[in-house]
C-alpha cells in the first residue's frame, strides 16, 4: 500500500472517523441478523427492551427495516472517508451526513422513550457513535463555527420534522375481517375463561395477534400497556410484571408472544363447541 493509502486509512483523525463509521456499520449490521435471522438481540442491556423496538410497528419506515436504513447510511459515511476525496470535501461531507444521521437518530430514541417506551441498547450505541462522529467531523470543518452549527441545527430539525411526519407514531385502527364462526366461538370462550391479552399498540406482533380474529376479538378482554395507547392501563401490566407484548393470561399462567388460534384453543382447553 502506499504512503499516502496509509494515511488514508490510519491517518488520525481520519482512521477515527473510519473505526467510527464501520463500528456503525456493524452495529446496524447486526440488528438486521437479529431481525431477520437470529430471531431476537441477544447481550441487550436493556433487557427484553431490544426486541420490543425491533418487533414494534416503528422498525420500518415504508416496508424498509430501520437497521438497512442504518447500515446504507454508515457503509456511505465509510466510503466517504476511506475516499480519495480531498480532505475539505471529505470532512465536509462527512459533517452534513452525520449531522442527519444525529437528526434520525434523535427521532430514534425519542420514539423509543415516549411512544414504545423501550429502549434498545444497541440503539444508544448506534446513536452515541454517529454523535462522536458528527463531533469529530465538526472540530474538521472548514468554516465559521457558528455558521456551520446554524447549518446542522437546522438539518436535524429538518430530519426529525420529516421523520416525524413520514413515519407518524398516532395510534392506528386496524379494520378488522368478517369474523368466522370458529373466531367468534374461540373468542367468546376466551373471555368466559377470563382470558385477558396484554400489549402496546406499538407492537406489530400485538397487531397480527388481533388480525387473526378478525372482528371477534372485540370479544377478547385485551389491556394497553402502553401509557400514550388508547384507554391504558400500565399500572396493571405493571402489577403482573408483563415484560414482552403480546402476553396471555389463561387459567392463571402467563404464555409470551404472537399464538395461533390453534394454540390459543390448546392452551385454554377449548373444544371447538
Not at 186 to 204: H, N, P, V
Request: positive net charge; aromatic residues 12%; hydrophobic residues 45%.
Amino acid at each position: 500500500m502506499s504512503a499516502k493509502g496509509k494515511r488514508i486509512f490510519l491517518g488520525g483523525a481520519a482512521g477515527a472517523a473510519t473505526v467510527l463509521c464501520a463500528l456503525g456499520a456493524v452495529v446496524s449490521g447486526y440488528l438486521l441478523v437479529a431481525d431477520f435471522l437470529l430471531g431476537g438481540a441477544e447481550l441487550c442491556l436493556t433487557g427484553k427492551g431490544c426486541d420490543v423496538v425491533r418487533e414494534s410497528r416503528y422498525a420500518r419506515i415504508g416496508g424498509i427495516p430501520v437497521s438497512l436504513l442504518g447500515v446504507l447510511g454508515y457503509a456511505a459515511m465509510t466510503g466517504i472517508s476511506v475516499s480519495r476525496l480531498g480532505r475539505r470535501t471529505k470532512w465536509n461531507l462527512l459533517f452534513w451526513l452525520s449531522a442527519a444521521a444525529v437528526g434520525f437518530s434523535a427521532y430514534l430514541t425519542y420514539l423509543e422513550l415516549f411512544i414504545i417506551e423501550a429502549l434498545c441498547s444497541w440503539c444508544v450505541a448506534s446513536a452515541a457513535i454517529v454523535v462522536a462522529l458528527f463531533l469529530l467531523a465538526a472540530s474538521r470543518t472548514t468554516g465559521g463555527a457558528i455558521k456551520s452549527f446554524g447549518g446542522a441545527a437546522a438539518v436535524f430539525v429538518l430530519v426529525f420534522a420529516a421523520s416525524y411526519s413520514i413515519h407518524s407514531p398516532a395510534p392506528q385502527e386496524n379494520p378488522m375481517s368478517e369474523a368466522t364462526f370458529y373466531q367468534v366461538s374461540l373468542a367468546k370462550y376466551l373471555s368466559e375463561r377470563g382470558a385477558t391479552m396484554y400489549g402496546s399498540y406499538t407492537c406489530g406482533h400485538c397487531e397480527r395477534q388481533k388480525e387473526l380474529f378478525g372482528g371477534a376479538f372485540g370479544y377478547i378482554t385485551y389491556v394497553e400497556c402502553s401509557r400514550s395507547g388508547p384507554d391504558p392501563n400500565p399500572a396493571l401490566c405493571a402489577a403482573k410484571n408483563i415484560k414482552s407484548y403480546p402476553t396471555w393470561e389463561i387459567g392463571g399462567e402467563f404464555h409470551q408472544g404472537l399464538r395461533t388460534l390453534e394454540q390459543l384453543g390448546q392452551i385454554s382447553g377449548y373444544s371447538g363447541n
